[in-house]
């Protein structure tokens, strides 16, 4: 394997094509899908305890410009979740990007709060903004906007665990319903569907998963990679809206890396809090002279990007696993151009039993590799076997490795984009052609497309 080149290299190399004219551009945008946003019930009607009138909408996108139509998510008033008072911005805050930072000043970029769990708000984001037609019998996919970082939500301040699934189960069967007299439905059964999940286990707001409807439509989430669930990066805070920032980005990184990075690791995490399991490795980097822990607080974590900022002076991260083996970290650090040392075996690697499919490895493979290799990730990470062998790696590994590790990232970058939806990125296609169908949506779009295909369900 030549780490030098690498399959997720060429990969994102064969993106950078000389796009075609306008027809094509698009294409490569939308995997050469045309959607239509499917109705959802309005999420406020099923908790009418906790709504009131007159209260704000939710909303996908700021003005000045609106999506065409009726867009999901929307009608659900903000009051629903006045118990969680900032989770509004949280969740929402433009198209999931979250509130904008003012770091690194000097670098002429934006930066942005972005929630971990807001890919299903930037997919559709992106989808209406490049994607989208009025028409919906001119559609050949539709996106279904169920919001389950909503429904997580959305309950009942004082109710019980089982009062709290009897709602959400009854927003879901009212789904379920309305799904099954759909007429755009039930021309293909579903399998043109498209439902972005958050995270895999809200997927257990349905309470039969393995039966029709649900067993039809694709999934996006992260870390799940199954025959009809497809997992897709964690967003970072960087949104690009246009070669020239991405060009920006890669030159902040290789110059930290010229500059000087200190030669050891960086472990960002609490001290040990609910995975006291973490406890070895955090004693093990506190007693070396080569790690650095920095303790990761509540408030510092609601400050963000600051942390993962901290990534572009390090040359190495070290990532356990918490509540599952992939963290948000894992991507900050490699859009940082950090290489992230990760744990293929033992607690550090997947805590809770049943997780090793959810590896990293493996669970990003069909997106991040063209043939599904779970090798993939050795051109972009080191490994290491326990908390001692993870905080020596850095003094044992060659400086030849690390730069052929470094120039594989600054490759990689570009495919683990979430780009900024707000403007339809086809109005100058001069200023994206280069990486724009590299971003996360058109590569998950293109999937799509092609497991369209091989459903054998027919564009219109």
């Not at 929307?74 to 979740?81: L, T």
């Not at 906007?145 to 699934?165: C, F, M, Q």
């Not at 709602?167 to 007299?181: D, F, G, K, M, S």
């Not at 993939?376 to 850095?394: G, R």
Request: proline fraction near 7%; include cysteine.
């Amino acid at each position: 394997m030549a780490v030098s080149g690498g399959r997720v290299v060429a990969l994102a190399l064969s993106l950078q094509v000389a796009l075609g004219d306008e027809q094509q551009r698009r294409d490569a945008l939308c995997g050469g899908l045309r959607f239509a946003i499917h109705e959802v019930p309005p999420v406020g009607d099923f908790f009418p305890a906790n709504a009131s009138g007159g209260t704000p909408r939710w909303t996908l996108v700021r003005e000045p410009w609106q999506p065409p139509g009726g867009y999901a998510w929307s009608g659900s008033p903000c009051s629903s979740v006045m118990s969680m008072p900032d989770i509004c911005d949280f969740i929402v805050e433009d198209g999931g990007k979250g509130a904008k930072r003012d770091a690194l000043p000097d670098s002429g970029l934006v930066f942005w709060a972005s929630p971990q769990y807001s890919s299903p708000l930037q997919i559709t984001s992106y989808v209406i903004a490049n994607c989208l037609v009025d028409d919906p019998d001119e559609a050949d996919a539709f996106l279904l906007g169920i919001h389950y970082e909503l429904l997580l939500r959305l309950i009942k301040p004082n109710s019980d665990a089982e009062e709290k699934l009897k709602e959400r189960w009854r927003y879901v069967t009212e789904q379920e319903r309305l799904l099954v007299e759909s007429p755009y439905w039930n021309e293909h059964q579903g399998r043109n569907f498209l439902l972005a999940c958050s995270r895999p286990h809200l997927r257990g707001f349905i309470r039969h998963t393995k039966e029709y409807p649900w067993t039809e439509m694709m999934f996006t989430t992260i870390e799940e990679n199954s025959e009809h669930a497809l997992a897709v990066p964690y967003p970072t805070f960087f949104h690009p809206t246009s070669d020239r920032d991405v060009d920006r980005w890669l030159e902040i990184v290789r110059r930290a890396t010229r500059d000087g990075r200190e030669p050891g690791a960086l472990l960002a995490a609490g001290s040990t809090g609910r995975h006291e399991f973490r406890r070895p490795l955090v004693l093990a980097c506190e007693e070396s002279s080569v790690c650095t822990h920095e303790i990761v607080t509540d408030e510092i974590a609601r400050a963000y990007p600051g942390i993962a900022l901290t990534y572009l002076n390090y040359t190495f991260s070290i990532h356990p696993a918490g509540d599952t083996p992939t963290r948000r970290g894992m991507f900050d650090s490699w859009l940082t151009g950090c290489i992230p040392i990760l744990f293929g075996q033992g607690p550090f690697a997947a805590h809770h039993q049943g997780q090793s499919k959810v590896m990293p490895a493996k669970a990003y493979s069909r997106f991040f590799a063209q043939d599904g290799d779970e090798a993939w990730i050795q051109d972009l990470a080191l490994f290491a076997e326990d908390e001692a062998d993870a905080v020596s790696l850095p003094s044992r590994v060659s400086q030849k490795r690390v730069r052929e590790i470094q120039g594989n990232i600054l490759r990689f970058i570009p495919r683990m984009l979430y780009w900024d939806a707000e403007r339809p990125m086809d109005a100058d296609m001069g200023k994206w052609e280069k990486y724009g169908a590299s971003n996360v949506v058109a590569s998950v779009l293109r999937e799509f497309a092609d497991h369209l295909k091989g459903q054998a369900v027919p564009s219109s």
